[in-house]
Each structure stands twice: as structure tokens, then as C-alpha cells.
């Protein structure tokens, strides 16, 4: 016996040499992993060498049709999917030679959630499907099995980029068991695996096919590639590290690690040999059951005969050895006799074992019906549970005559039905009122959206139904296309929404009335915004009015007090004086707090951005209160960072105002005889000034802290009594504080003292330029004639010992008229002009003299008790130069002198 398996094995390797370095082409499904470890091996250790074989393995490229390219001859075999039945059903002549994986790697998975732990989940969710509905056919089978419908969640084209759902862009992604986690891992995310195969969709993956024309030319070349292939995956997964090795040398054009490839080896090594099947085992059943569910998915309606000759059936070894006798032993007469001879004792021993393999495959082939059968009984389960326990009505629609063919017990019971006998065999517009609220009929609406969802596949809408009773009722339909047998049938699922349609009518009620109500609102608003506008303007006016009439005989008690103390020697009336001064002083801050904060409230108070000196604004306001805090023995340190920019844009006058108030306060909460510390800073990573104010005065109690900044508050009753104000400088102050970019606050001890800060923006840093030599008002001797226009007799006598005491001659004009005639006859270095006066108004008067060749050129002041910031624009743009204020500063006033003389 011995001799003769020796005799045939020389035989055996003297046909394979005769068909030595056949070349072949083999073409992978995607790019080199180690999912096509099995082709390298073999190519690497040389099984295909030793089958006679040359083989090429080619890499995935975009844009190839591997099933057109191995029917066409580009490739002679390729690697495919479960959809390979799905072309085969269509008519492509393509045989199965072997499957790699007995189960696809092919899931879902999602980061592990709380909201996301079954397949009921998905509803509203956003999943990642593959744009190949024959790959994604296990998935889509799974999420019907839990009625997950297409309309349940939003699809999201493929970007093949696991961070997209690291990063929750996507809810869950299709992606390989084999790839996709281990990246998952890497990044540190759990995750969850939703499997098809779990819920009976088992489909195989990586399928090695060739075309029938290919097989019919070269059976024994595919039968040598069918071996040699299986031994080099046997070779790969007993071998995985040396695999792994080549694999991450030779064949990485995806550049990946070890780690990854070792992992993507383990999951597909459990995926290749699972069950009872032989490696690389292609079984019938199972490929009737893939055919069944592109069926029930409607991806095809043809029959079964199709798949005839579809699975790959190898050569027995008697039709090789009997083809290579016939070839071979030709050469002698001897050999011939002693091939039929061998064969025949051959041919018994083969008998004895192909009657134990019959046996064994008969006994293999009743548990597979069984198990078959079983899963029959499953599906039968299934489509009860879709079917007649479903939560809904479902029907069967026969497009042929739109009529319905099936329902379950569900719609007998929505329509107050007797039968399912009431139902079928009717049109939907029986079971529907004649016109459906948008006005169409109801039976060429329904035959048009069965048009359409034959059209699409699947198309959802709304209808109003009628019970068998009349009653009518408003359902959610959704129409599906499929396919049973070889018809198409449209699957019906009817929700009553009758509530949710009375609810949403509801609403709309609701919010009609809302809207109309919203409208009488905003009218209103709109109304009483007028009407607040309205009375702060009067406010407004009223102010102006009140500081024109208050400033006009305080102008006269400041200016006659200060020549009265200016000659006066007797010390005991020069500080009777001081004290006049001093109140004068104080009511006409009080003045100016008032028309802050009127400016405030009609939200009229404006921040300039112009030139200004930072640091000499703060030693200027220092100097102004060194003679205050020299009355309490309080000794004022002033310190300024040497990064402060010199030059900068702001509001100078705003800024001193903020810095006056809270120095005053200092000043006038403080102990005598302490010091008050003055700090200025340049904060340069933000770019803004920063200024502190510290002294060791009285405090502040700290449950009135978030009170001080509130108009007309003081930290305590009795602080206006004993120390005066208002209680409008630090609320002016916050407000001009933010207004130029910056914030205010305050740190305070009851009893220890306090300290104030605050910071302004500065928006543009101006480079420093040197000033221009100042040169002294005392050094300047005037000669000029000035005239007075004034109607009040004391700001008339004021202005002229004002006057006087610089040696200046004037004349008095009464009002506007007076000064015209006046200005024609005679010739005036300057005009000071007052603003409000009966018969013609100084703004007219101005515009007037402009006109005139005796006037257009002499310089006109105004000298007036409106002294709001659009007031002096106003002077300005109506031709007048400048501007003095009532009460007048004398410095100011000869400031203004000397500028215009």
C-alpha cells in the first residue's frame, strides 16, 4: 500500500511541475492589515511558489469595482463581502471559493453611555452608516428588529474617522471589531459594541471569488491558489508574531503599529475559526439566509435559482489523478495498465472512505436542517413580534390595486372595528373622509403617496383617518417598500397622534394668543418709553434752567468774595470770606453732581478721546487739595509708576473728576494729622491706568460696602450731616469709571480706614513729546478794550473790576442788540458774551456779528451758566471761540485773556 501512495505522489508532483509559475492575480478588498495576513504568508513562505503559482496581491485603490474586474479579467480572483450573493442574485457569474472569517467584524459601536445601552436607544440619536447599504445590511437588519426605523435617527455620511465619535460629532459609527476599539482604547474612551450576529445576522467576510469563465479555463490553477491560500491563513494565525513582523515591514502602507496589527490578528482569529465549521467552510444554509434577509430588506426579489453554482466545489483526487493518467501515461502501454490497475484498488479504498464521509456529511447536512428549521421558527417569532404584537397598526399594501392585503389585530381595534374583514380588500380613502384637510380627495392623495413611497422606499406623513363608527382621527403612517418572494408589498404602520394633533392645536392657540398679547406689550413698552423719555428731557431742561439760575448769582457772591479777600487785611473777615467761599464752592459741586446725574439718566454724558497728560493730571489735582488737607494736618504722598505713559488719549476732565472725588473723600473722612498715599500704575498686560487712593479715616461699615455707589447713598446717615455731599460722587464716578473701559472698587475696615481704586483703559498710547516752554501769565502785560455783554448789573460790575485789575478798558452792552450797534462804531479786542439774555440771545447776537466785516474776526467768549458738555459744542459751532463758566474761575478767566490777548 505503501508503494502505491508513493507511486501516486510522483505522479502528483510531476503534474504540478508541469504547471509551474502559472501567474495570478489576486485583488484585496482595502488596504494591507493583517485582515489579509493568510495571502502574504502564502506568498511569503512560498506556498504559492510551491504550487506552480506566480501570484500578484494587489493593493485597494479608490474607484475599483472588484466583482467588474475579476468578471472582466483585470483580476483573476478578488476578495469580497457577504454581498457577493447579493451579485450573484443579480446575474453576475461569480463562484465562492472560500470564507476567510466565518462571522464579520462588521458593528456599531457608540462611547459607553448611560443613554445608550440597547438598540431602543438610537431613537433621536446621530449614526455614522457606510453609504453601501449592502455592507450596512446586517445593521440595518438588527435595528428592525427592534422596530428602529430610518425616520428614528439621523443619518450622518461616513467619514471612516474614529475621533468623530471620541469627540461626540456622531452618536455611534459602523466600523471594523477588528480596528476602529483598539483606537478607542488607545484614546482612553470606553466603549459599546452593538453586534448583528447577536441578534441572528451572521453574515461571512473577506470571501476569496473568481468568475465561472476563469474556474471553466483553469480549474487546476484555481484549485492550486485554493489550497496554497488556506495554508498560508493556517500558516498566519499559528504564526501570528512572525505575521505580524512581515506584515509591519513589507505590507504597512497604512503606517500601523504593532500594537494595533496584534490586536486586529487576536479579534479575526476568533472571527476565522469560529463554530463547528472547517476553516475557510462556505455553508449553503447560511447562504440562503443572507439571501433571505437582502430579500426582507427589499435590496432584490429574485429567486433562488440564481444562486445555483455559486459556492466552489474542489476536485475529488480520482478526476485529478484520472486526468493526469490520461496525460501523463499516454507514454507506455505498461504505465496505462498499471494506472487502471492501481486506480482500481484505489478507487475501492476510496469508495470504503467516501461511504464514512457520505455518512458523516448526511449526519452533518440533518443537524445544519435542524438547526435551519430552528431558525425558521425564530424568524416565524420575529415576524409575530414585528407583525401581530407590534405596539402600533400595521398593515400590507398590494400596490397592484392599492388595496390592503394583511393588518394586524392592533387596526381593527383603531378603527372600532368587528374583523380584520372590515380592513382588507379596501382602499385607504374608505377608511378615510372624502377630503383631506388640505383640500385634496382622499383617495387620489392615498394613491399618490403610494406612488411616491414606491418611488423612494420608504416615505412617513400624516392623515386623517375614519373609525368604522365616523369618528374621525388623525395617524402617523409610514410606508415601507419590500420585497415577498418575488412581489413588491408596501409594510403599513399606523400611530394614532389624535391627542398630539389636539395638543399642538392647542398650542397654537396659545401661542396666537401669546403673540397678540406680546404685541399689546411691546406697544405699551414702546409707549411709556416715549412718555420716560419725555420727562427726562423736561428733567433735563428743568436742570439746565435750575444750574443757568443758581450759577448766575453765584457767579456774583464767588467773584466779589474773591476781591473782597483779595483786599481785604483784617484776618478775622478775610476767613468770614474763606467760609462764604468755601460754601459757595460746595454748592456749586453739589451743581455740577446734579447735572452729572441728570446726564447719566438720560444716558447723554459723553467720554472724549483726545490727547492727553496722565501724570500731570495727577499731580495738578494733588496741588489742588494740598491746601484742604493742610487744614487737618493731612500730608498727601503721591507715587507714580515710571511706566505710566506720559501721553495717552482719554477724557481729561472726566478723569479728574474721578480722582477729585475720591481724594476729596479721602481728604474728608480722614484722621488729622495722617497721611493719605496716593499710588498710580501702569497695568501693562491689560493696558489700563491704575489708581489707589489709601487713608486712616472712619471706614466703612462693611454691611453698607454694596450700598456706597448708590445714588444719593452714604455709608451712614449721619455722614451727610457731619461731613456733607451729596451721595452722587461715587455714583458718578462708578458710571464714568466704566464708561472709560475700567471698574471701581473699595477695601474698608470700620474704624481703621479705606482704600479706593479704580482703573481706566487707555485705548492708544501717544509717543511723549516735549511741551513747549511755559511762559508765565505775570510776565504778559495786556492792553486791549473788551466788551461786556450782560444783562444782570452784578456779573456787569464783577467782569469790570475784573477787568480793571488787569489794567483793561471795557464797555457794557445789555443784550445782543446793544452789542451789535455797539461793535459797528466801535473797535473791541475781545467780546465776552453772555448766553441768556431778553431781546437777542448771545448765540444770536454771535451769529449775527459773524456776518459782518467789523465782526467776523474778533474773538468771542462765552460766559454763561450752562455748562453742559453739548452746551459748549453748541457755543463753538454758532461761532464763538471758547468758553467761561458761571461762578467764573478767575484763573481761568485770565487764562482766557491771555490765550485770546
Known amino acids: 500500500m505503501k508503494s502505491l501512495l508513493l507511486l501516486i505522489a510522483v505522479f502528483l508532483v510531476a503534474s504540478i511541475s508541469a504547471f509551474a509559475n502559472d501567474k495570478v492575480s489576486l485583488q484585496l478588498l482595502w488596504k494591507h492589515q493583517f485582515e489579509f495576513a493568510g495571502f502574504y504568508m502564502a506568498k511569503e513562505k512560498g506556498f504559492y511558489t510551491q504550487a506552480g503559482l506566480d501570484v500578484e496581491i494587489k493593493e485597494f485603490n479608490y474607484g475599483i469595482n472588484i466583482v467588474d474586474d475579476v468578471l472582466s479579467g483585470v483580476s483573476d480572483v478578488g476578495v469580497g463581502r457577504s454581498s457577493l450573493v447579493l451579485e450573484k442574485l ?11 472569517y466565518q462571522s464579520s467584524p462588521y458593528v456599531l459601536i457608540s462611547k459607553q453611555r ?39 435617527y439621523t443619518e450622518v455620511p461616513h467619514s471612516f474617522n474614529i475621533n468623530d465619535l471620541v469627540h461626540d460629532k456622531v452618536d455611534l459609527m459602523t466600523t471594523y471589531l477588528s480596528n476602529e476599539p483598539f483606537h478607542m482604547i488607545e484614546a482612553g474612551a470606553g466603549f459599546k ?14 470571501i476569496v471569488f473568481t468568475s465561472k469563465n476563469y474556474l471553466d479555463s483553469n480549474p487546476k490553477k484555481v484549485e492550486n491558489f485554493h489550497s496554497a491560500t488556506l495554508k498560508g491563513w493556517e500558516y498566519a494565525f499559528s504564526h501570528i508574531e512572525e505575521s505580524v513582523e ?19 490578528a487576536n479579534i479575526l482569529k476568533e472571527l476565522a475559526y469560529k463554530g463547528e465549521a472547517k476553516f475557510g467552510n462556505i455553508n449553503e444554509v447560511r447562504i440562503q439566509e443572507i439571501a433571505n434577509i437582502y430579500k426582507l430588506l427589499g435590496f432584490t426579489n429574485k429567486s433562488d435559482t440564481y444562486l445555483s453554482g455559486l459556492i466552489y466545489e474542489p476536485y475529488d483526487l480520482f478526476n485529478i489523478l484520472k486526468k493526469i493518467f490520461t496525460l501523463k501515461l499516454i507514454l507506455s502501454v505498461t504505465g496505462i495498465i498499471l494506472f487502471i490497475y492501481l486506480m482500481s484498488i484505489y478507487k475501492q479504498y476510496i469508495l470504503k472512505i467516501e461511504n464514512k464521509n457520505l455518512e458523516k456529511i448526511v449526519n452533518e447536512k440533518t443537524k445544519e436542517l435542524q438547526k435551519y428549521n430552528e431558525k425558521l421558527e425564530k424568524q416565524k417569532e420575529l415576524y409575530d413580534l414585528v407583525f401581530e404584537k407590534a405596539s402600533g397598526g400595521v398593515l400590507l399594501i398590494d400596490p397592484k390595486n392599492n388595496k390592503f392585503i394583511e393588518c394586524n389585530d392592533q387596526v381593527v381595534e383603531l378603527l372600532n372595528a368587528k374583523s380584520k374583514e372590515d380592513v382588507l380588500n379596501r382602499h385607504p380613502s374608505e377608511l378615510s373622509p372624502e377630503f383631506q384637510p388640505d383640500g385634496q380627495r382622499s383617495d387620489e392623495k392615498a394613491d399618490a403617496v403610494i406612488k411616491l413611497a414606491m418611488e423612494l422606499g420608504t416615505y412617513s406623513f400624516e392623515w386623517l383617518h375614519k373609525r368604522v363608527t365616523g369618528e374621525e382621527f388623525w395617524a402617523e403612517i409610514i410606508l415601507t417598500k419590500i420585497a415577498i418572494d418575488t412581489n413588491d408589498m408596501l409594510y403599513v404602520t399606523w400611530k394614532d397622534i389624535n391627542e398630539k394633533k389636539q395638543v399642538q392645536q392647542e398650542l397654537q392657540k396659545s401661542k396666537n394668543t401669546l403673540q397678540l398679547l406680546n404685541e399689546n406689550l411691546e406697544e405699551k413698552i414702546k409707549e411709556r418709553t416715549r412718555e420716560l423719555e419725555n420727562a427726562l428731557n423736561v428733567k433735563s431742561n428743568f436742570l439746565a434752567n435750575m444750574s443757568h439760575e443758581i450759577r448766575t448769582p453765584l457767579n456774583g457772591i464767588v467773584g466779589f468774595v474773591d476781591i473782597l479777600y483779595k483786599n481785604e487785611t483784617d484776618d478775622a473777615k478775610k476767613d468770614k470770606l474763606q467760609i462764604i467761599k468755601k460754601s459757595s464752592d460746595l454748592l456749586l459741586s453739589i451743581i455740577n453732581d446734579i447735572l452729572d446725574f441728570s446726564k447719566i439718566e438720560s444716558k447723554k454724558l459723553l467720554i472724549e478721546s483726545v490727547p492727553i497728560d496722565t501724570i500731570e493730571i495727577f499731580k495738578h489735582i494733588t ?24 501721553k495717552t488719549l482719554g477724557d481729561a476732565t472726566r478723569l479728574k473728576q474721578v480722582f477729585s472725588n475720591i481724594l476729596s473723600n479721602a481728604i474728608k473722612f480722614a484722621n488729622e494729622g495722617t497721611n493719605i498715599v496716593v499710588n498710580v500704575k501702569y497695568l501693562s498686560d491689560s493696558n489700563k491706568l491704575y489708581c489707589e487712593v489709601i487713608d486712616s479715616g472712619i471706614g466703612i461699615e462693611p ?45 474698608s475696615e470700620l474704624g481703621v480706614g479705606s482704600k479706593f481704586y479704580f482703573t481706566v483703559a487707555l485705548h492708544e498710547v501717544i509717543p511723549d513729546i516735549t511741551a513747549k516752554p511755559y511762559v508765565s501769565e505775570q510776565n504778559k502785560k495786556l492792553s486791549a478794550k473788551v466788551l461786556i455783554v450782560e444783562d444782570n448789573k452784578t456779573n456787569q460790575l464783577l467782569l469790570e473790576l475784573l477787568l480793571e485789575e488787569l489794567n483793561l478798558d471795557s ?16 473797535r473791541y479786542d475781545l467780546v465776552l ?9 448771545g448765540l444770536e447776537a454771535t451769529r449775527v456779528i459773524r456776518t459782518t466785516k467789523y465782526g467776523k474776526d474778533v474773538p468771542i467768549i462765552a460766559v454763561t451758566a450752562n455748562a453742559l458738555k453739548d452746551d459748549k459744542n453748541k457755543f463753538i459751532q454758532n461761532g464763538m471761540n471758547d468758553y467761561l463758566s458761571k461762578p467764573i474761575d478767575v484763573k481761568k478767566f485770565k487764562q482766557i485773556l491771555y490765550r485770546y490777548l
Open 90 to 100: 443579480k446575474g453576475k457569474d461569480i463562484v465562492l471559493l472560500s470564507a476567510i
Open 114 to 152: 448611560p443613554d445608550l445601552l440597547n438598540i431602543e436607544d438610537f431613537k433621536n440619536k446621530k449614526i455614522m452608516l457606510s453609504d453601501d447599504t449592502a455592507l450596512v445590511a446586517s445593521i440595518l437588519s438588527m435595528m428592525k428588529t427592534k422596530d428602529i426605523k430610518p425616520s428614528d
Open 193 to 206: 459594541v452593538f453586534d448583528p450576529k447577536d441578534y441572528g445576522f451572521d453574515f461571512y467576510a473577506d
Open 246 to 264: 512581515i506584515i509591519f515591514k513589507k505590507y504597512n502602507s497604512q503606517n500601523k503599529s504593532k500594537e494595533a496589527l496584534f490586536y486586529e
Open 623 to 646: 496741588e489742588l487739595f494740598f491746601d484742604n488737607a493742610k487744614e487737618k494736618e493731612i500730608c498727601i504722598v503721591l507715587n507714580i509708576d515710571k511706566d505710566l505713559p506720559k
Open 703 to 747: 454691611s453698607r460696602i454694596e450700598f456706597i455707589y448708590n445714588s444719593f447713598e452714604q455709608a451712614d446717615s449721619s455722614v451727610s450731616r457731619s461731613y456733607g455731599g451729596t451721595g452722587l460722587g461715587l455714583a458718578i464716578s462708578k458710571t464714568l469709571v466704566e464708561l472709560m473701559g475700567g471698574n471701581i472698587g473699595v477695601e
Open 811 to 826: 464797555d457794557i452792552a445789555n443784550d445782543g442788540i446793544e452789542a451789535i450797534e455797539m461793535l459797528k462804531t466801535n
Open 833 to 841: 458774551m453772555d448766553e441768556n439774555m431778553p431781546n437777542m440771545s
